[in-house]
C-alpha cells in the first residue's frame, strides 16, 4: 500500500490549521489517515511545525513519500536530517552516538534561531505600538493646542468687541455735555443786541430833552 505524508485541513474559514498525517495515497485528502505525526498552523508568527520526529522518520523508512509542502515542514523540524543521518549509521558512515550529536546540535542551533525571531518580531511590534503611541499623543497635543488657541482667540475677539462697545457709548456721550457751551454762545448775540439797543434808547431820551424848552 502506497502512503504519503501529507496535509490534511482543519480550522475555521480564512484560519486554516493542518495536521501532518501519514496516509494511503488514495484515500481522499482530508479523509481517513493511518497516523497523525504533527501539526503546522501558519496563522502564528512565525508559523508553528509540531512534528514527532521518531514517527516520522519510521514512515520514512518504510517507504512513506512526502507531498512538497510536507517535506519541508519536515526538514524544519530536522526530520529529513535524522533520515540522512540513520542511512549512514545503517552504511557504517558512523556511529548512532555521533549521529544523535550530530542531529542534537542541530536542534539547538534550529531553536536558538527560532527564538530569535520571535523577538525580534516581539521587539518590532513593541517598537510599532511605541510609535503608534507616540502619533497618538501627538495628535492629541496638537488638538489640545487648536482648541486653547480657538479659545484664545475668542476671548479676544470678546474684548475687542466689549471696548468697540465702551468707545461708542463714550462717544454718544460727549455731544449731551458740550451743549449748555452751545447754548451759552448762542445766548451772547442777545447780549450784545441788547447792548445795542441802550445807546439808542440814550439818544430818543437826549432828542426828548432838547425839544422839551421848545414846547415852553
Do not use: C
Not at 97 to 121: N, P, R, S
Not at 126 to 151: P, S
Not at 188 to 206: K, M, R
Amino acid at each position: 500500500m502506497p502512503v504519503k505524508i501529507r496535509l490534511q485541513r482543519h480550522g475555521k474559514k480564512g484560519k486554516p490549521f493542518y495536521w501532518v498525517v501519514a496516509a494511503d495515497a488514495r484515500a481522499k485528502r482530508d479523509g481517513r489517515y493511518l497516523e497523525k505525526i504533527g501539526t503546522y498552523n501558519p496563522n502564528a508568527n512565525p508559523a508553528t511545525v509540531n512534528i514527532d520526529v521518531d514517527s516520522a522518520v519510521k514512515w520514512l523508512e518504510n517507504g512513506a513519500q512526502p507531498t512538497d509542502t510536507a517535506r519541508t515542514l519536515l526538514s524544519y523540524r530536522g526530520v529529513m536530517l535524522k533520515h540522512h543521518l540513520n542511512g549512514g549509521v545503517a552504511k557504517g558512515a558512523h556511529t548512532q552516538e555521533e549521529a544523535d550529536a550530530k542531529f542534537e546540535a542541530w536542534v539547538t542551533e534550529k531553536e536558538a534561531k527560532i527564538q530569535a525571531k520571535v523577538e525580534g518580531l516581539t521587539k518590532a511590534e513593541a517598537d510599532e505600538r511605541a510609535k503608534a503611541l507616540a502619533a497618538e499623543k501627538e495628535v492629541n497635543e496638537k488638538r489640545v493646542a487648536d482648541a486653547k488657541a480657538i479659545e484664545e482667540e475668542a476671548i479676544a475677539a470678546e474684548a475687542a468687541a466689549k471696548a468697540e462697545a465702551e468707545a461708542e457709548a463714550a462717544a454718544e456721550e460727549a455731544p449731551a455735555e458740550d451743549a449748555p457751551a452751545a447754548e451759552a454762545t448762542e445766548e451772547v448775540p442777545a447780549a450784545e443786541a441788547a447792548a445795542e439797543e441802550a445807546p439808542a434808547a440814550e439818544e430818543a431820551s437826549e432828542e426828548a430833552a432838547e425839544d422839551a424848552p421848545a414846547a415852553e
